[in-house]
């Protein structure tokens, strides 16, 4: 913002050097008053001197109210903008010159280091408005967003915590299926998995064991009673 006031100052001196004319003189008042009014809606006093340090031009002069309210609308929005604002009223001086003559000098007076006209209030207010919304939206997102992921990650660990207990209860036979989802759960899942299918393998090897010890001894029971009788 100061940058870019400093280029206005430059443009408004620029304006007012091509005002004169070639050998120095003021060419129209008319112009200077018109130009004059027209700075002060953005928020810019403007008093022209000579190079003798005479007054040439002072729109304060001719509607000293308005600048008056000016510079107490300008302070007064600023303030509004950023209560810790520190500003006072400023001028600028900015010598007048053309080809190599030194004519006078320009006093840009306002509010400053620096201001917001009221285009630049309303389009900060605007965009204060906006931010709002977007917070409150990306704060709405990342709690869905959150639910989301963590139903992810929560339904998965369920199922494993579920599958945990069947096998506890001797239920060996049925499998996690889970949707592809955080490599680690997948992993957790596939473990969970091979140990039921494990201790399945296990039970029926068990189960074969018995079967088998059961028919031997089935089988040399009559031999043992046999003997017995002898």
Partial sequence: MIEGQELKNEEIRQIITNFYGQNGEIRDFDFLKNFGELLLEQNLILSVYDKDDNEVFCVYCMHKNK???TIDNTKEMMKNLNPKFKGTFVEKKLTIEKNDMYLGYIKLGYYGPYFYNKSDH??????????????????????VVGI?????IANPIKKVIKRTKDISDGNYVDKIEVK???????QLATSVNVLAYNLQEQLEIKKQMVGDFTHEFLTLLPLCKAILKL
């Fill in 67 to 69: 600048c008056n309210h």
């Fill in 148 to 152: 989301v992921i963590t139903n992810k």
């Fill in 122 to 143: 309303n389009f900060i207010k605007t965009f204060d408005n906006l931010f709002i919304v977007v917070a409150i939206l990306s704060f709405v997102t990342s709690i």
């Fill in 180 to 186: 592809p989802s955080l490599k680690e759960i997948e």
